[in-house]
């Protein structure tokens, strides 16, 4: 016995733009930012930069690489919500 395989498009807009809506990713980001901050800001927190200008520096990769991780996770394991 052969399974069929179903096509499926997922609506990229839909899962790239809705915000974290449960707990779960919530928790994961905020969990993701912190950490990838700390990686980011620790090699610059001993240069002679601004302090200001050191943590937007390190904000702006923690917060794109944060959201891909959740782009990711939604696209493996919750693909049924955001299919067309």
């Not at 990229?12 to 930012?33: A, D, G, Q, S």
């Not at 050191?54 to 299919?83: D, H, N, Q, T």
């Amino acid at each position: 016995m052969k399974k069929e395989v179903t096509r499926v498009e997922i609506d990229l807009k839909k899962i790239f733009l809705t915000p974290p809506n449960n707990r779960r990713e919530k928790i994961t980001l905020l969990v993701m930012m912190v950490v990838l901050f700390v990686m980011f800001f620790g090699p610059i927190c001993f240069s002679d930069m601004h302090p200001v200008k050191a943590i937007a520096l390190s904000c702006v990769p923690a917060l794109s690489v944060s959201w891909g991780w959740i782009v990711l996770l939604r696209s493996l394991f919750r693909k049924s919500e955001f299919c067309r």
